[in-house]
């Protein structure tokens, strides 16, 4: 048989070809099969983290970090022999869940006997049973009289009338009790206007339509604008702003479509929350609130805020502006992979995170030199299985994207060492950005861009309320009525904090 070098060659180069094609293709298919694993989970895992199919676009953008915290005080437990207490707590009791300044009505029954012959009868006790009642919503017509007068003596006088008190709405009849009704209903409750329209129409027998509660809303937040901006310096003062961005989709008339616009969310910690909307996720939307800012700020890995700061016009703010990013979104990337590696790696976030919960139970600690003291350590030792671990893994694979996300914000991660007003994590904000959210699965859409800003105005101080532990029923009347004689100079006093601060100074 004779040899045939030049089919031996083609041979062997045909057989490194396929070893090659075939070593691409078991690549593939594993990188595969962690992305189907991955969506299963999603979709058909614990409820806590299903995803339904509706829902799946938001995959890459809006991830429930509530059952991570859950599982970071699960895996805190599970590494440590201290118990560990749950978030929740105990769960309290009826009577200490009932405010005990409400108003008390009092039914008093008689047996029949003694009502027909008290004379017979001495009262030697009583037995009280305490309910919980409620009245449904009252709606009435207020009359406002201005009474004119003369002068009996003097006819020439012209007639005197007090001046009519100023309102929020001229020449309508929505007043302040009804405007604040509509809000807290469409912007803390989430129930849009067309079911305020009907729920006013079949419950009350009243017809207002949703146009013109619409319309009344857009005037709010014009008369509001000035607290909105006075908000916003304050948060920007703050010098520690968390900045998220979650889309909602609106009307556009030159479009067959409601195409996504976004909420952009700033939250300083006992500060405030400040929304604010643009059609689009550009770099651009950090212009107002960004620009000749001096501070910190936190986000997650989106590139916008990297790409604004690294832009030539922002040179300033870049020198100003200390950019830190959030471990969590970093934990789910470990999360998402799921392998032993991922979980090691998971257990020792989890050591920084129960370090965290140390500092907010004992306040009075120095928090940056705790961190360096007992954090510092294991975000060295993630460090070293990070370096390990990035040469032994694919690029592509969900390993592989964690360690390198993680690496690449390495010193943005580590910023809250030496920073002791610095969180771990963004969870804040997206905390706040959570009540809208749930709007817009109840009214779908924003109607227009502009409707877009009002709703913007109106969440801000809302949300600050709930951040600050404000009623905003009670904030928002106060401010609702004293809007219409409110000096343009007289803002800065009526933001949430600086109302509650002077609320307490006058108690």
Request: aromatic share 8%; charged share 30%.
């Amino acid at each position: 048989m004779n040899f045939n070098r030049e089919n031996f060659d083609l041979m062997v180069k045909e057989r490194t070809s396929l070893n090659a094609e075939n070593t691409q293709l078991k690549t593939e298919v594993k990188l595969l099969n962690e992305k189907v694993q991955y969506l299963l989970k999603k979709l058909f895992g614990r409820s806590s983290e299903k995803l339904s199919p509706d829902q799946m676009e938001l995959l890459l953008d809006e991830l429930q970090e509530a059952q991570e915290a859950l599982e970071i005080a699960e895996e805190a437990e599970q590494d440590d022999s201290e118990p560990v207490e749950s978030r929740r707590g105990k769960r309290k009791p009826l009577k200490e869940r009932v405010p005990e300044d409400l108003p008390v009505e009092q039914v008093i029954i008689i047996p029949d006997e003694v009502q027909g012959n008290p004379g017979r009868y001495k009262k030697i006790g009583e037995e009280k049973v305490r309910e919980l009642d409620v009245v449904p919503t009252r709606y009435f017509i207020r009359e406002i009289i201005r009474e004119k007068f003369i002068e009996i003596d003097n006819r020439e006088v012209p007639p005197l009338i007090a001046p009519a008190p100023a309102r929020l709405i001229p020449n309508s009849y929505a007043s302040a009790g009804l405007l604040l009704q509509i809000i807290l209903s469409k912007y803390c409750d989430h129930l849009p206007l067309y079911r305020q329209e009907q729920v006013l129409k079949y419950r009350h027998g009243i017809e207002i339509s949703r146009k013109t509660m619409g319309n009344w809303m857009y005037l709010i937040a014009d008369w509001l604008t000035l607290i909105y901006e006075a908000l916003r310096n304050e948060i920007r003062q703050s010098e520690y702003i968390q900045a998220d961005e979650t889309f909602i989709k609106y009307q556009d008339p030159k479009k067959d479509h409601c195409p996504n616009g976004y909420l952009w969310a700033y939250h300083s910690p006992g500060v405030g929350v400040l929304f604010e909307w643009f059609p689009s996720r550009a770099a651009s939307c950090l212009d107002s609130m960004l620009t000749d800012y001096a501070g910190l700020l936190q986000s997650d890995g989106y590139g916008s805020y990297p790409s604004w700061l690294n832009d030539p016009a922002h040179e300033q703010e870049k020198g100003n502006i200390i950019h830190a990013c959030c471990w969590a979104h970093a934990r789910r990337k470990f999360h998402e992979a799921g392998d032993s590696i991922s979980r090691k790696i998971i257990k020792l976030i989890a050591k920084l995170y129960r370090n965290e919960t140390t500092l907010r139970k004992q306040p009075e600690l120095d928090r940056a030199t705790y961190r360096q003291e007992h954090s510092a350590p294991v975000l060295n030792e993630i460090k070293t299985i990070l370096d390990r671990e990035q040469k032994k893994q694919l690029p592509k694979s969900k390993l592989g994207e964690a360690i390198s996300y993680t690496l690449k914000r390495w010193d943005s991660l580590n910023l809250f060492l030496e920073h002791g007003k610095l969180e771990i994590d963004n969870n804040l904000v997206e905390n706040a950005i959570r009540p809208t959210a749930i709007g817009k699965k109840n009214f779908l859409f924003f109607g227009s861009p502009r409707s877009g800003q009002d709703s913007a105005i109106i969440y801000s101080l809302i949300e600050t309320c709930r951040k600050l532990d404000i009623n905003p029923a009670d904030y928002l009347r106060d401010v609702l009525e004293a809007l219409p004689t409110m000096g343009q100079n007289e803002a800065a006093s009526w933001t949430p904090a600086q109302w509650n601060s002077s609320r307490a100074q006058s108690a």
